[in-house]
């Protein structure tokens, strides 16, 4: 798990003029040693890699989450299991079969549904909607802490790898 850091350095130029960069580290490396990685990242280049590949990683998570929908859309098999449930309703009022019978069914059927009803579609639209804007130019208007809510609404995780190479999966 690595956390932001906020280092000050003074650059050898005319005007000795400090500047803040941020990094992101390890702390448990830094602060008590418990830990060997002691690699840092420069923020900056986790937001140039971002904003040059923003659009390509959330046309890929669209695509991966329309594919887990067409997995899960189960409206017929739903469709089929209330029409089974009115069946078995009318099979019991009509005394053909027994209030045992009709409450075992019933169970089955009702637990089948409520299985299915918990798969949810999840929408894309507003995945969408950031794909159409463009996030070079909106982000360089945002200030640190706008920038920061962007990426905790769109960014899942982070993997870091010893060849400081990174991954990013969105949310």
Known sequence: MMAGN???RKFNNPNWKK????VYR???AYQNRMCTNRHTLLEKKVEEYLLDNFNALLYQRIVDIELQNKK???SRRIAQIKK???KLKDLYLDDLID???????YRRLNDELNTLSKDK??????LKELLEINIKE????LDREQKRALWHTVINKIVFHDDMSFEISLI
């Open 6 to 8: 906020k280092t000050i």
């Open 19 to 22: 500047s803040d960069y941020y």
């Open 26 to 28: 390890c702390n448990h």
């Open 72 to 74: 899960v859309d189960n």
């Open 84 to 86: 089974k449930l009115s």
């Open 99 to 105: 209030k045992n019978e009709y409450q075992e069914d």
């Open 121 to 126: 579609i999840q929408d894309t639209s507003h």
């Open 138 to 141: 909106t982000y360089e208007k």
